[in-house]
């Protein structure tokens, strides 16, 4: 006798589908239970109701000859089918899934894709997907909802008269699927293979039979179908032999409707319909939300609460609903708790709505492949998971030093950072390492994950370089990837990015990206002595990449605008340091000097690289001190353009003014030039001396002043006369008359520019001197001893930044505001002011100011935007015009060539 059958259709992960389907479980008492899932995973079933089983939790399948075929079903405490399992476990009811086995969705061949009608016309893949998917989110969508669980427990839960329940869903779902197109495909097969199991357990159940699965199937599996037919779609299914198990899950992995998510749009309201008796759901809502902004520190008063509840409830009713939901909560929470900025509630909104639930799997159940390893490895080199921190150093000449070693940066490879380097940067080329542990639970779930890439970490780790290979697109991305492959000593990965570099470095004609990747290269270089590797190959790439990128320097150095200027010195200075720490000579070296030569010596080059190839050579002892007191003077001649000449300045002496102290040659040709400036020119350039000599401390300075000005305690205790002092006195002597015919100012205003461009010294300047120096000294600093932690002296109050850069307007024209300008983001990071409307209003508007703006505008407070788009406007008038002002220009030359070729016709 067949037993009695009833269908329940349920939403996956909806708290509402689940409590509904616990009464309705609890009302049939069925013997049985059969819940959509892989069939031949439901040994796995029972143990869910473990008591030491924490959801979420995801049921792992993955191909036994080759974990990385992997599949996940994540589950929640609400989720129906985990609350139907729970319950099965606790009457004693037997519980097994139903859906397609997971041997037949992981072998290497396709499922059986046969139609269920071969005449069946191919589905609409927007509408058909979305029934599919979600086809309560549908209904809720023709009701005026926002989402599907809102509408589930507004029409079905909270109904006072709700009726039967499942009976009215599947009545619902059959008028869907009737305008829908036929499933077919795997879809076919799955309700296939349920409609047979089914048949099986009613045939065999003493007792009645509940059938757990997705409301889409349940017309499909209430109809009368044919076994042979069902049979003859499975026929030739695949096998692969797979292995099962649970693994840890988080709550923001079920927010994912990609992958191996669940597409819970919001996990942690979910949880908070469960957990909460249905009277309390509305306050102690808002009251988490409270406490979330107390947390992040807004104010939030107890009235406030009391208005957004009563907002909520006057909103459901003006919507005729018969309990606030979600939106209206939502809304309520904004305009009340918020004050309206939607910005506030955004910084909450992923806490309070997702959460940072993390999953838990007992000791007895088997571990996922990576997690078994990970265990093993723990094991073995004795390293205990903690949840507090604990400082690790490490010997690498050690063989479990290295091994240790190995396994974190293993892990750090597949973002589960359970070590943190705490002395990356001294670490490199040396034998010890410190790192700071701390295991946190979600990083099980992490490395699970990662079961894609391969069943250990070893394999995994270097999988996910190979990918990471593929998809680098410069020499440096690619650079840095071999020096982690090689860290983590995975032998094959490295032997494929190197391959993979030394291709990118025969395709790019880049010099910048050459230069950019010699850092990484050498960091590889003396890493792997430190670990006894072979880098003979490295070694050989990296001197082609010098050598490469050295021929292609001049011709790169030429034309550059102040942007592309800059960012190419700092590439330069770092290819330099590098080829410094490796130690390379010979040819290589060579060449790497005649590029800075040529460059030093082109008269189309950036003066701001000339400088600084200069600055380069002169601190490798490449020519000799005389030689380059001479090209700093030309450098510095009255006969040169001042923008040439401060721009060779600054890039010779950026991080270098302590050579004024020792070097008598440069400080004299470095004073001739300061004073032989126009008086509104040295002001303007006053920026370009402070940012210079910023790196000097007090001290310093002291010594420099003393050093121009000859005074009795000059600073260099233990220092002789030169002996050469009797052939550089004449031509200093011939220099100062020279100065003194041009009438160049040489005591009083030679003081004063000095103490101007250096600053920290300012009581013996006047009052208006005083206050240009304080405004520099604001943003470049004085030379106090804490100065490098701390450059400058603006605060984060946006009143006194703005009142900063008012100063600054008034000492500097609209130019030198801009560099100033972005020095002061650079330094000291006001991005963040610009969230104000005062500040945003005092700033000179430019191009990197626009770029500043747009990078903020999801975070940029309503009340700010409108004074955003005002300097946003203003800077794409300036730009409109300079663009129809030069295709004028261009128009106009080329309509004069076209009427001279005609005249000569």
């Known amino acids: 006798m067949a037993a009695a059958l009833q269908i329940f259709g349920i939403r996956h992960h909806g708290p509402g589908s689940a409590r509904r389907l616990l009464e309705a479980l609890d009302a049939l008492r069925p013997s049985t239970v059969l819940i959509e899932g892989p069939s031949d995973a439901s040994e796995l079933l029972p143990m869910l109701a473990d008591a030491a089983m924490v959801p979420p939790v995801a049921l792992l399948t993955y191909a036994v000859d080759e974990p990385a075929r992997a599949i996940f079903w994540p589950l929640a405490a609400y ?23 997971a041997s037949w969705r992981l072998a290497s061949e396709a499922p059986p894709s046969k139609a269920a009608d071969d005449g069946a016309k191919e589905p609409d893949p927007a509408r058909d997907d979305l029934l599919e998917r979600d086809p309560i989110g549908v209904l809720a969508a023709a009701g005026g909802y926002q989402d599907g669980e809102s509408w589930w427990r507004d029409v079905i839960e909270e109904n006072s008269r709700p ?32 409609r047979l199991e089914i048949a099986k357990a009613a045939k065999d159940t003493e007792g009645a039979v509940a059938v757990v699965c997705g ?16 049979r003859a779609l499975l026929k030739g299914a695949p096998k692969q032999k797979i292995a099962a198990t649970w693994a840890p899950w988080t709550a923001p992995r079920l927010a994912f409707a990609s992958g191996y998510g669940a597409g819970v749009a919001a996990p942690g309201w979910c949880a908070h319909l469960w957990d909460r008796p249905r009277a309390a759901i509305v306050t102690s809502w808002l009251a988490k939300i409270a406490a979330a902004l107390r947390d992040e520190g807004h104010l939030v008063s107890t009235a406030s609460l009391i208005e957004a509840e009563r907002l909520a409830v006057g909103l459901a009713a003006l919507r005729d609903r018969p309990a606030p939901g979600f939106e209206e909560l939502r809304e309520a929470a904004v305009a009340c708790l918020c004050f309206g900025e939607a910005l506030v509630w955004d910084t909450i909104s992923r806490r309070v709505l997702i959460g940072a639930d993390v999953g838990y799997i007992p000791d007895d159940v088997p571990l996922a492949p990576l997690l078994e390893d990970l265990q093993r490895e723990q094991k073995r080199l004795r390293l205990k998971p903690e949840a507090l921190e604990r400082d690790l150093a490490i010997d690498l000449r050690s063989e479990s030093g290295l091994d240790r070693s190995t396994l974190l940066h293993r892990l750090v490879l597949l973002d589960v950072p359970w070590g943190r380097l705490t002395d990356a940067g001294r670490s490199r080329g040396t034998f010890r390492e410190r790192w700071m542990l701390r295991w946190e639970p979600e990083f099980a779930v992490q490395l699970v994950e990662n079961l894609v890439h391969g069943p250990t970490i070893a394999q995994a780790a270097a999988g ?8 680098a697109s410069d020499l440096k991305t690619l650079a840095d990837l071999v020096l982690a492959a090689l860290t983590a000593r995975l032998p094959d990965a490295v032997a494929s990015g190197i391959g993979r570099l030394e291709r990118r470095a025969a395709q790019t004609s880049d010099c910048a990206e050459l230069l950019r990747a010699l850092p990484p290269v050498v960091n590889t270089v003396r890493y792997g002595q430190a670990r006894a590797t072979d880098a003979a190959q490295m070694e050989f790439l990296l001197a082609r990449i010098l050598v490469q990128g050295a021929l292609a320097l001049p011709y790169a150095a030429r034309g550059l605008d102040a942007a592309s200027a800059s960012a190419m010195r700092d590439v330069v200075r770092g290819a330099d340091t590098a080829v410094t720490l490796a130690a390379i000579g010979g040819a290589e070296r060579a060449a790497w000097h005649d590029a800075l030569r040529a460059i030093m010596r082109d008269a189309q080059a950036t003066p701001l690289l000339a400088g600084a190839a ?19 003077g030309r450098a510095l001649s009255p006969g040169r353009a001042v923008a040439d000449a401060a721009g060779f300045f600054e890039g010779f002496f950026d991080g270098g003014g302590a050579r004024l102290i020792h070097d008598q040659g440069l400080r004299n040709a470095v004073d001739r030039w300061m004073l032989g400036l126009e008086a509104d020119v040295f002001v303007e350039h006053l920026p370009l001396f402070r940012r210079a000599f910023s790196t000097l401390d007090r001290m310093q300075r002291r010594r420099l002043l003393d050093a121009l000005f ?8 233990g220092r002789s006369l030169a002996p050469d002092a009797a052939t550089i006195w004449p031509r200093h002597s011939r220099a100062s008359a020279h100065c003194c015919r041009r009438g160049w100012p040489m005591t009083e205003d ?8 250096l600053g920290g010294e300012d009581e013996a300047l006047s009052q208006a001197d005083q206050r240009l120096s304080g405004a520099l000294t604001a943003l470049y600093g004085e030379g106090n001893a804490d100065d490098k932690k701390r450059r400058g002296g603006l605060g984060a109050s946006a009143p006194h930044v703005a009142r900063w850069m008012s100063d600054i307007r008034a000492y500097f ?5 801009q560099i100033v300008q972005k020095d002061a983001f650079d330094r000291l990071g006001l991005q963040r002011m610009l969230l104000e409307p005062e500040f945003l209003a005092a700033v000179e508007a430019d191009i990197n100011l626009v770029a500043n703006l747009i990078a903020l505008r999801n975070v940029m407070p309503e009340k700010t935007k409108e004074t955003a788009r005002h300097v946003i406007a203003k800077v794409v008038a300036a730009l409109m015009e300079r663009l129809e002002r030069k295709t004028a220009e261009v128009s106009r030359v080329t309509v004069h060539l076209v009427q001279l070729g005609r005249q000569r016709q």
């Open 464 to 471: 996910r370089l190979r990918g990471a290979f593929l998809q």
């Open 750 to 757: 030679r003081d004063r520019r000095w103490r101007l461009a």
């Open 813 to 817: 024209p609209s130019p030198v505001v």
């Open 215 to 230: 409301a889409w199937h349940v017309p499909a599996l209430q109809q009368k179908a044919s076994a042979a037919a069902d």
């Open 79 to 101: 989720s129906p089918e985990y609350q139907a399992a729970c319950w099965a476990a606790r009457n004693g009811a037997a519980a097994r899934f139903i859906d397609l086995p």
């Open 163 to 194: 009726g039967p329940v499942f009976a009215a869903i599947a009545d619902a779902m059959t008028a869907l699927r009737e305008a829908a197109p036929p499933v077919h495909g795997l879809e076919a097969a799955r309700e296939a293979h349920m």
């Open 710 to 717: 000859g005074r009795a305690a000059v600073g260099l205790p």
């Open 614 to 632: 200069a600055s380069l050579l002169y601190e490798a002892e490449a020519f000799p001190p005389d030689e380059a007191t001479l090209l700093l």
